[in-house]
Each structure stands twice: as C-alpha cells, then as structure tokens.
C-alpha cells in the first residue's frame, strides 16, 4: 500500500523552520517508517525574494546530505514560494501549515491558518496567554481540524524508551522531580532587536526554554501511571531580570502534583547546562535521570537510592536511544501529525490539548507574577 502523503505549507523562514524542512527532506525509512510520506507545497515568508531564497537553499543541498534524498525524490516539487502567509493558508494544494513564527504571533498565525480551513502544527510555546489557546481550540473543534504543539521531544525515541520504564513500575512511586535548560547564551553581544532579548517578541528565557522542563515534567511525572492529579498547580516562581531590556535572564518555578509529588523546573540564559542531569525523577526504588539537552536528549540512566534510602535498584545503568541519523528530530512529529490526518484525529493522543493548557498555564503564572517587561504582554484573543 502507498504511504499516505501529507502537504506542508511553511510559515516563516527562520532557523527553527530550516531545521523542519529538512527533516521533512529526509529518507522516512531512515526512522524505519513507511505508512506516511510528506510534500512541501509552499513557503510563506515576508517577501517572495526571501520564500525563494528558502526553497533555493534546500534545492541545492549536496548529494551527500540526508535532505538530498527529498529533493531528488520530490518533496519539493512544484513547491509555491510567496510573500505573504494569507497566500499559504489559502493554497488548494496545503494540508497542514508549519508555523514557525516568534511566540508572540502564534496565535495570529494559528487562527488565520484555522480560519482557512487548514491542519496546523505550531510551534512552542503554543501561544504567549492561555485565553488565546483556548480560542484556537474552539475554533479547530468548531471546524473539525487537527491542532497540535509542535513539542517534538515527545515523539523521540527515547521518550517511548521512559515511558516502558514508568510504566514498568519497577522504580516506584515519584517522590520529588527537577528540570532544568540552561544555556550560556552571550546576551552582551546580541543586538537589542534579537528575539532572546525584545520583550515584545517574547523574549528572555522563560517561553523560549519553558517548554523543554515542561515536558519532562508532564512526561515522568504527569503521565506517570501513579499520579491521580490532572491539574498540577505552580506554588511559587522566580525571575531574575536582565536589566539591559528587562526580560528574564533565569526563571524557577515549582509545581505540585497532590497526592504525588513536587518538582522544580528552571531556565537559565547566563550559565551551561549540567551534561548527565537535565531531569530527574526521584522514585522510591531508584532515580530517573535524562541527560542533557532536555530538547533532544538521547541517552537515560537509572541510578539506586543512596545507601541509607536503599531501594529495589542495586545498579547504575545507562540506555542509549539515538535519533536516526540524518534527521534533526522533528521528522518523529510531522509523521505523527500525517498519521493523525490520515485517521481523522483532530489532536494527538500523545500530545492533547489539555497538556497544552496545562504548560500554558505555568508560563501564564510565571510571567504575569514576574518583574520583566514581558510580565505586562496582552495576547490578541479575539482579534
């Protein structure tokens, strides 16, 4: 049987989008899948010069590189490069539109696609308020549409890999968990105008970063077989203020799962991440332990309790669960989103809608409680 192909209209031609469609480029059997297949058929960005500077860029990958396989094979056939993103969403020939915009336009983006009638991923954090979140999901329920996150690191091979741990149950009950996704980002050389530094872009750590502990928190503690609570609620934040444009620099918050456990999520612009520890989660029997980047992390390791706390783990072990080579990681998620349009699913049962509201609801508390001029943003809800 034919896979069944699904057509990609992308918006906005930055870095996180580049990476997008190279993966969609690339060999599906590479990540041993073939039920789906996926088309580009338009680029939208803010001129056509710069769409077709895009499209060229990809056109001419070498032979050698893993997106040659998509040229050569036409994913890029009579792909449609234009200046505005109206043009995309209006396009007979997409399917699903790849929004690749800053935070703050997520939801102009997402509805005017929605509006159209059109599939849409959208990238993290979904939208900068929970009240512009919930317009987008009436209106994909009201229009029968699939509408997804596009947080990536859910489809990874090593996610599947934790979750047969969890459910395992060999490591007991949680009994404290912390993320962490730190970076030493050189805020002093960029530009004011840069999307890590303007307040208006949504800039500083917090919603660039907050997804990524957000996900490890809802993956090891939120769906872990023994949490009862499906509304875990911040208790307390943090933000430390880059005073050069008054967004965060850092931000801590804790949150809780009643009857479960507590767990400290952080961001961080001014220091490195810790290479072996980006999560963990503290168990009865033993610790879960994701190694670092917390976007993109592809070995696990299971530590025992110390020895006055000594549990049922008598064993450090480390598992390994790489991303197929030649792909960034995104291809896990767009095939998903394809085999969920195939099936008529208007939301990805491993990444639903009321798991968006809840992470979009931490950065709301976060944000809105915080010193930073991000704190006083307005979303464009009914707009």
């Known amino acids: 049987m034919a896979p069944f192909t699904i057509r990609w209209g992308i918006i906005s031609t930055g870095g996180i989008s580049t990476k997008f469609v190279h993966d969609l480029l690339v060999d599906p059997s590479s990540r041993e899948v073939s039920d789906v297949a996926h088309k580009i058929s338009a680029v ?3 001129s056509v010069e710069s769409a077709q500077k895009f499209v060229d860029k990809f056109k001419a990958t ?3 590189e893993s997106a040659a396989w998509g040229v050569k094979n036409g994913v890029l056939e009579g792909v449609k490069a234009v200046g505005t993103y109206q043009e995309v969403y209006n396009d007979p020939d997409v399917d699903v539109i790849y929004v690749g915009t800053p935070h703050t336009l997520h939801h102009r983006n997402t509805k005017d696609a929605l509006l159209a009638g059109k599939h849409v991923l959208c990238e993290k954090p979904f939208t900068l308020e929970s009240a512009e979140l919930e317009e987008l999901i009436a209106i994909a329920k009201d229009k029968n549409l699939f509408l997804m996150e596009a947080v990536w690191t859910r489809y990874h091979p090593l996610a599947y890999a934790v979750e047969e741990v969890l459910k395992s149950g060999k490591l007991g009950k949680p009994k404290r968990f912390s993320a962490d996704f730190s970076m030493d980002f050189p805020l002093d050389d960029k530009p004011t105008s840069h999307r890590m530094l303007d307040p208006a872009l949504g800039g500083g750590s917090l919603l660039d970063m907050g997804p990524y502990p957000s996900v490890w928190a809802m993956l090891l503690v939120h769906r872990n077989p023994h949490n009862k609570d499906t509304d875990p609620k911040v208790l307390t934040s943090h933000q430390t203020v880059y005073e050069k444009t008054d967004v965060d620099i850092n931000s801590r918050w804790l949150v809780e799962w009643k009857g479960t456990c507590q767990g400290q999520l952080m961001t961080d612009l001014g220091s490195a991440g810790f290479q072996e520890a980006t999560a963990v989660l503290q168990c009865e029997e033993g610790d879960l332990v994701i190694e670092y980047p917390p976007y993109r992390s592809e070995a696990y ?10 549990g049922a783990i008598k064993e450090k072990s480390r598992h390994h669960h790489p991303i197929a080579e030649g792909n960034n990681g995104m291809s896990y998620e767009a095939d998903e989103v394809a085999r969920c349009i195939r099936d008529k699913k208007t939301q990805s049962d491993r990444m639903p809608w009321e798991e968006s509201k809840i992470t979009q ?4 508390v976060v944000r809105t409680a915080g010193p930073t001029a991000t704190a006083h943003l307005k979303g464009t809800a009914g707009q």
Do not use: A, M, T, V
């Open 361 to 364: 609801g931490w950065l709301d």
């Open 301 to 310: 390791q299971i530590h025992p309790r110390p020895e006055r706390d000594i």
């Open 62 to 64: 070498p032979e050698n």
């Open 44 to 46: 939208g960005s803010r």
